[in-house]
T-cell receptor
Framework: NAGVTQTPKFQVLKTGQSMTLQCAQD?????MSWYRQDPGMGLRLIHY???????DQGEVPNGYNVSRSTTEDFPLRLLSAAPSQTSVYFC?????????????FGPGTRLLVL | AQTVTQSQPEMSVQEAETVTLSCTYD???????LFWYKQPPSRQMILVIR??????QNATENRFSVNFQKAAKSFSLKISDSQLGDAAMYFC?????????????FGKGTHLIIQP
C-alpha cells in the first residue's frame, strides 16, 4: 500500500503559468481533498470530492480547479499561477462512514510562484 | 466560521518529562471528530490520535492521551515520557461525518521543542 502519493515534490512557476498537481490513493477511499498550508497557519481546504464525478469547493477555492474521473486520482489545477499561491499543498483521503473520517495525507508539494 | 484555537504557539519540555498541548474549538454539530496531527520537519502530516465526540472515554495511544471536555469544547494532548523524536509541529483539527465543505478545520499549530 503506497497510501496517498503526490507529484511533484517541489515546483517553481512563473506568474501566469498553469500546472497540475497530481494526487493518487490506493486505499479505495471515497473522500479526497486538497489543502494548502501557509506559514503560521494551519491547513485550509481548497476543494474536496466525495466520489468519482463529484467535486465541491472548500474554504479557499479561487484560482484552483479539480476533477475526479476515478476513485484513485484527484488532480489540482492552477489555472494562472499567482505569487499568492506560493504554499505547500497537501492531498488527503478518507473513507466515509463510522469506520472512517480519519484523513490520511500525502507528503505534500511545495510550490513557489515567482 | 467554526474555528479551532491552539493558544500555545510554542512549548518546550525536557526529555522524559510530560507536556500538555491545549486546543479549544467551536462547533454547532452534535456529531464530530477531533484529531491531533504531528508534522515533523519532513512536512508529512502524521495522525497522532483521534477522538469521536460521542465517546466519553478519552482516547489513548501509547504515550499520547487526550483530555476531552465536551461541554467546555476542549481537547488537549498529553505526551508522557517525551522523546527527542516527538519534536514537531502539532495541529489540532475538527472534522464532521462525511467530510463536507469544512473538511478538517485546523488550528494554527504548536511548535513542540524537546530539550535533551
Amino acid at each position: 500500500n503506497a497510501g496517498v502519493t503526490q507529484t511533484p515534490k517541489f515546483q517553481v512557476l512563473k506568474t501566469g503559468q498553469s500546472m497540475t498537481l497530481q494526487c493518487a490513493q490506493d486505499m479505495n477511499h471515497e473522500y479526497m481533498s486538497w489543502y494548502r498550508q501557509d506559514p503560521g497557519m494551519g491547513l485550509r481546504l481548497i476543494h474536496y470530492s466525495v466520489g468519482a464525478g463529484i467535486t465541491d469547493q472548500g474554504e479557499v477555492p479561487n484560482g484552483y480547479n479539480v476533477s475526479r474521473s476515478t476513485t484513485e486520482d484527484f488532480p489540482l489545477r492552477l489555472l494562472s499561477a499567482a505569487p499568492s499561491q506560493t504554499s505547500v499543498y497537501f492531498c488527503a483521503s478518507s473513507s466515509l462512514g463510522l469506520a472512517g473520517e480519519t484523513q490520511y495525507f500525502g507528503p505534500g508539494t511545495r510550490l513557489l510562484v515567482l | 466560521a467554526q474555528t479551532v484555537t491552539q493558544s500555545q504557539p510554542e512549548m518546550s519540555v525536557q526529555e522524559a518529562e510530560t507536556v500538555t498541548l491545549s486546543c479549544t474549538y467551536d462547533t454547532s454539530e452534535s456529531d464530530y471528530y477531533l484529531f491531533w496531527y504531528k508534522q515533523p520537519p519532513s512536512r508529512q502530516m502524521i495522525l497522532v490520535i483521534r477522538q469521536e465526540a460521542y465517546k466519553q472515554q478519552n482516547a489513548t495511544e501509547n504515550r499520547f492521551s487526550v483530555n476531552f471536555q465536551k461541554a467546555a469544547k476542549s481537547f488537549s494532548l498529553k505526551i508522557s515520557d517525551s522523546q527527542l523524536g516527538d519534536a514537531a509541529m502539532y495541529f489540532c483539527a475538527r472534522g464532521v461525518p462525511g467530510g463536507g465543505a469544512d473538511g478538517l478545520t485546523f488550528g494554527k499549530g504548536t511548535h513542540l521543542i524537546i530539550q535533551p
